[in-house]
C-alpha cells in the first residue's frame, strides 16, 4: 500500500521504512494466459517446423522468455474461445483430431495443439496449468471427463485414455476456472447472473466431489458490478478464488497511463463483496481474486477478429508500470493475476519468423517480475496531482492521480521501489527518505525520447538502462525521475524478516 499527500508547493518525497511489512505478494501475480487466439498459440508456443522450435515444435525462444519471468501459472486454452472448446477432441493421434469453425475469433481450429500438448509444454516451460472449462457448450459430464483424464489415478475411462496416449501419470492440475465471462453478450450461451450461479453452483461441488484438492476459481465481471455481488453470494461455499476482468487504454496519454488505477479499485470493491458474501453465509476462509485477464488494449487499434497484435508504446509501457504498481498495492486480496495474453495476442512479447521482439512493455514486466517479489512494503508518496481527464471518468473522482505511481517490495534482503513518472514532460526531483548513507543503489531506467516511441523486429528504442552508485556520494538525497519514465531502484538492508 501506498499512502498518498498531494503536494501544494511543487515538491516531491517518498519516504521508505523497512520496517512497514505489510502482505505477502503471491508468486502467481506474475502468471501468464494463453488462448487459441491470433497467432497466440499456433505461430507463437507452437511452430512445428519452424528452425527456432524443438522436436516437439514449441519455439525455444518462448520458452527461455518464460523462464526469465520465473512464470508460476499459465491460463489456457481460454478467453472466449473455450465456450465452443472440447477438449476431448484435442487428444489422441493428431491426424485423428477433428477440425472445427471457431466462433468466439472468426476461425478454424485443427486441434493439433490440445491438453498433452499443453500439458508438455508447460513441464518444459517450468510453470502449471490452469485450465477453464467450457460452460458455454460444454456439459457438467464433459468438465468432469476433463478432470479425471488430467488428475485421475484410479482404473477408468478417462484416466486409462490418458496412460493409452502416452501419459502414465497424473498432470495434478490444480487450477480449473468455472467458465470464461459468462455474462458477456459477445459469447456463445450468454448466460443471467442467477443462471450462472445456478450452474457453478452444481459443478463446483461435483468437481470438488471428483478431486477435493483443486483450486476453483469462479467467474466473476468487473469486480465491482451486480454480477460480482450476486455469484458471490450464491457460490462463496464452493470456490477459492473468484475472477475478474479489465482491460485499459486511450488514445490520450494520461488516460491511457492512469487506466489501470481501475483495477485498483475493482480489487478493493471486489474484496469487500467477498467478505460481504463470507459474513452473510458463514464461510471462515477468505476466497482471493483471481485477476486472470488484464492489459493494455484498444480493440480498435488491434481488433480480436484480425489476431489483435498491438504495438505497445512508451505511453502503454508506463500504463504496464501503473499494473503492475497496483498488484503490489493490493497483494493482500490477490491471488493470481494472468497477463492477457503472454505472446503475440496483446502481449509484451512477439514472435517473427527470425526470433523476437519484446515490446516497451516487456521491459517493465520483467522488472517486476524478477524483482517485485516477497512482500508489499508500505510507503508515503508526496508529490503533484494529475487532474485531467482519466478513463473510465470514475478514477478521477474516486480516488487520487498522483504524477508519480509509486509501490515498494522487500525480498532477499533487498528493498525494491517501482516509481512511474507518468508527467509526458517534467522530470521530478524526489526527496527520498530512509536510505542510510553508503549504500549502494542500483536504478533500472526504462524510457524513451518520446511517448510514442516503439519497439520493432528492426530497432529496439526502449529497454532498461542499468545504473550504479552509492547513496551520499553519487546520488543525494534528491532523485531525478525522468520525464515519462519507469525507474526501479534497489538496495541492500541488514535486517528485515519478510516470511
Known sequence: MTTFTASTDGSAAISIDPNRLLSPIADEIYSGFTEHMGRCIYGGLYDRGSP????????????????????????????????????????????????????????????????????????????????????????LDEALGWL?????????????????????????????????????????????????????????????????????????ELGYVEWDRYVLGECIKWI???????????????????GPLAGERAIEICASLIDMARIKSGVEKRPKICFDEWNIWDPVRAPG?????????????????????????????????????SVNVISPLMTTKTGLVKQTTWWVYLLFAKYMRGTTLGVHLKCGKYDGRTNPKFIQSTMDTPWLDVSAA?????????????????????????????????????????????????????????????????????????????VLLRWSIEVVDSE
Open 52 to 139: 527456432l522450435s524443438d522436436s516437439n515444435g514449441f519455439r525455444k525462444d518462448v520458452i527461455e522468455c518464460f523462464k526469465e519471468l520465473n512464470c508460476p501459472v499459465v491460463r489456457y486454452p481460454g478467453g472466449n474461445f473455450v465456450a465452443t472448446y472440447h477438449w476431448y477432441e484435442g487428444i489422441g493421434p493428431v491426424e485423428k483430431r477433428p477440425k472445427r469453425p471457431e466462433l468466439a475469433w472468426n476461425g478454424v481450429e485443427t486441434n493439433a495443439f490440445g491438453t498433452d500438448e499443453f500439458m508438455k509444454w508447460c513441464k518444459a516451460v517450468g510453470t502449471q496449468p490452469y485450465l477453464c472449462l467450457n460452460m458455454g457448450t460444454g456439459t
Open 240 to 258: 477459492d478464488m473468484h475472477s475478474i476482468h479489465m482491460y485499459t487504454a486511450d488514445k490520450e496519454h494520461m488516460a491511457n497511463a492512469t
Open 148 to 220: 479425471e483424464y488430467c488428475n485421475g489415478e484410479r482404473d477408468t475411462y478417462w484416466a486409462n485414455l490418458r496412460r493409452a496416449n502416452g501419459h502414465k501419470e497424473p498432470y495434478r492440475v490444480q487450477y480449473w476456472a468455472l467458465g470464461n465471462e459468462c455474462y458477456g453478450e459477445w459469447q456463445v450461451e450468454q448466460s443471467t447472473k442467477e443462471d450462472y450461479a445456478k450452474k457453478a453452483y452444481q459443478w463446483a461441488k461435483a468437481l470438488k466431489l471428483m478431486d477435493p484438492s483443486i483450486c476453483l476459481i469462479l467467474c466473476g
Open 305 to 341: 477478429d484480425k489476431g489483435a497484435e498491438e504495438l505497445y508504446t512508451v505511453s502503454d509501457m508506463l500504463a504496464m508500470g501503473v499494473w503492475c504498481n497496483v498488484f503490489i498495492r493490493q497483494s493482500k486480496y490477490l491471488g493470481m493475476t494472468n497477463i492477457a495474453q
Open 410 to 486: 522487500v525480498n532477499d534482503g533487498y528493498i525494491n521501489l517501482a516509481v512511474v513518472n507518468l508527467h509526458p514532460e517534467e522530470e521530478i526531483t524526489v526527496d527520498l527518505h530512509g536510505i542510510p548513507d553508503g549504500t549502494e543503489i542500483q536504478e533500472f531506467l526504462v524510457t524513451g525520447k518520446s511517448l510514442d516511441d516503439v519497439n520493432t523486429e528492426e530497432k529496439t528504442t526502449v529497454k532498461i538502462v542499468e545504473n550504479t552508485g552509492i547513496w551520499g556520494s553519487e546520488y543525494s538525497n534528491n532523485w531525478i525521475f525522468p520525464k515519462h519514465s519507469f
